[in-house]
């Protein structure tokens, strides 16, 4: 059976983890997959036309976001961009290879791709703070001015939005709070944020900020990182110098003419956008939390990304959950993608004090602007069986 005939049927609740990529980005991808595929570092016509898509790309992106296309590095995606931005920072100020001086400051729901290189620099002995969230999943701002006015800080790295369960964090307030009290570079991973709510680097008053293509419909493999400022940052890719030699390596031209396409229809598109999903994702919550019994959303109602939607399920086990949603040809997730191979609970819901009970049976819900109230109605019906067999499997109580 043909992949696309084999799926068409399916109804696809993940898409904080991917995005189908848009025909019409396909469409814009592919000659550079055939005819246009000369190196962009030659100097030939075939790589003068690489090297116009390649720009014209990075003006799009920029523009979602606020910047000139000057300040747009592209990078193999949002792992790359945050590596760069924290490592890049790291390298650049770090004085006199003293790295007890160097304060870095995160916040304990940040995505793997950030917090793993802090840790790798904590154990290199770096000095790292973690700045508290409330029961919501948002950075208390009294807990970063706390830090800062105790410690000599060079980079603080917040995510506008948790890729868990939705939450948007007040960056601009941070930032503020931040560039006041310190010397600091604000880094901010926008990644699970872009395209679905306005960002402009220069309202928010970021130095740096991380991007990623597939999650806005987009091919995967390629991102970029926004810096205010080129000399913020020293590379962790060192040889031909491409990128204005922020990051070298011949560039991946067809992901980044996709990219490129991706940002210039949802900078065309995201008012509507934001709308139809955000109803989307209403309707779901209303319609699970008055049909599940004892069914509770996890995170901000109001200070939300529009499509996502983070329940818990006392009782029951939120793999469970995923398992039988399958079966009923419903893709969905317990979280982020990318770190749903380890056994552990996720550090997200801990930080937000979630009990174990509710941890376990947690699952995220995240919607797109091909999916339809239709698959809504679905899916609850579909969670509505799933949660009461799996309740009385295991004997809790389904009121």
Known sequence: MNADNSQRDLIYFDNAATTPVLSEVI?????????????????HSFGFKSLRAIEEARTHVACLIGSSPSKITFTSGGTEAN?????????????????KSVVL????????????????????????????????????????????????????????????????????????ITHENSDALFHCDVVQALGKIPIDVRHLDIDLLSLSSHKIYGPKGVGAIYSRDKDQLRAL???????????????????????????????MNLIENYRNVKNLRDRLIDQVLSTIPRSYVNGSLNQRLPNNAHFSFPGVKG???????????????????????KAKPSHVLQAMG????????????????????????KVVLALEEIIRELRRHSGFANN
């Open 105 to 176: 400051i995160s916040s304990s729901i940040e995505h793997d791709s950030v917090l793993q290189p802090i840790n790798t620099l904590k154990a290199l002995g770096f000095n790292v703070k973690f700045v508290e969230v409330n029961k919501e999943g948002i950075v208390k701002p009294e807990s970063l001015l706390g830090i800062l006015r105790k410690e000599k800080i060079i980079l603080v790295s917040i995510m506008l939005a948790n890729n868990e369960v939705g939450t948007i964090q007040p960056i601009k307030e941070l930032a503020k």
């Open 354 to 377: 979630l009990s174990l009970l509710e941890i376990e049976g947690s699952l995220r819900l995240t919607l797109g602007h091909q999916n339809t109230k239709f698959e809504v109605e």
């Open 319 to 341: 793999e469970d959950i995923i398992v039988k949603l399958n079966e009923y040809g419903v893709a969905a997730s317990t979280g982020a993608a990318c770190s749903s191979n």
């Open 27 to 43: 469409q814009e991808m592919v000659p550079y997959l055939g005819n246009y595929y000369g190196n962009p570092s030659s100097q």
């Open 237 to 267: 890719i060192d040889g031909g110098g491409q990128e204005k030699a922020l990051r070298s390596g011949t560039e991946n031209v067809h992901g980044i003419v996709g990219f490129g396409e991706a940002c210039r229809i949802a900078a």
């Open 83 to 99: 590596n760069l931005a924290i490592k890049g920072c790291v390298s650049r100020t770090s004085i006199n290879g003293d790295s």
